[in-house]
């Protein structure tokens, strides 16, 4: 099956901007989505495949992708964004689902 | 409004078996595919397999074929993930995730609230 590989870790000062990435294989076959999960809850969807931001979700998210990576920006980051986020993929075969490790965004 | 409802938190021996169930409400049942996504305590996510609830089609991850079962209960809309033989580090929370399909691209838009199974003998 594919890996998809985050950085762990990710810092921003607040209202900067902050870039997520996502690099797997498979990405060049399939789009990548991404979750925000914040410390004991349920995760959410905050960018859907085809970079489609879903609605309620502040349109300071935005996605990108190029290649084998897929990237989460955050532009003007602020104290509620700080939560891990994971991105989610399918494998090669397209039966399987992959999730990245997650990278923990900290805001300072 | 779509709702997946889990049910409550379960404390198991290990050998023992489990299952856990997700309600969903909101929207047609049969028109698309559960995940099951579990968590380890400080871990990230980890996709254990789905189901088609118009089918009954599943497909698990190879880390838990023969291990869990996923079902469905179309007429109260229900849907199940049996995990036997546990042991502790299946200790997590287990999630269900409805998945959207779009054009060869796939989400999860909604999840349930979790539900946080404990091994321990």
């Known amino acids: 099956s594919s890996e998809l590989t985050q950085d762990p870790v990710v810092s921003v000062a607040l209202g900067q901007t902050a870039k997520i990435t996502c690099q797997g294989d498979s990405l060049t076959t399939y789009y990548a989505s991404w979750y925000q999960q914040r410390p004991g809850q349920a995760p959410i969807l905050v960018m859907a495949a085809k970079n489609k931001r879903p609605s309620g979700i502040p349109d300071r998210f935005s996605g990108s992708f190029s290649g084998d990576r897929a990237s989460l920006t955050i532009t003007g980051a602020q104290a509620e964004d700080e939560a891990d986020y994971y991105c989610y993929s399918r494998d090669r075969t397209g039966d399987h689902v992959v999730f990245g490790g997650g990278t923990k965004l900290t805001v300072l | 409004q779509v709702q997946l409802v889990q049910s409550g938190a379960e404390m198991m021996k290990p050998g023992a078996s489990v299952r856990v169930s997700c309600k969903a409400s909101g929207y047609t049942f049969t028109g698309h595919d559960i995940h099951w996504v579990r968590q380890a305590p400080r871990q990230g996510l980890e996709w254990m397999g789905w189901i088609n609830p118009n089918s009954g089609d599943t497909k698990y991850a190879q880390k838990f074929q023969g291990r869990v079962t996923m079902s469905r209960d179309t007429s109260i809309s229900t849907a199940y993930m049996e995990l036997r033989s546990l042991r502790s580090d299946d200790t997590a929370v287990y999630f269900c995730?409805?998945?959207?399909?779009?054009?060869?691209?796939?989400?999860?838009?909604?999840w349930g609230q979790g539900t946080l199974v404990t091994v321990s003998s």
């Open positions: 995730a409805r998945e959207v399909v779009n054009s060869s691209s796939w989400e999860y838009d909604h």
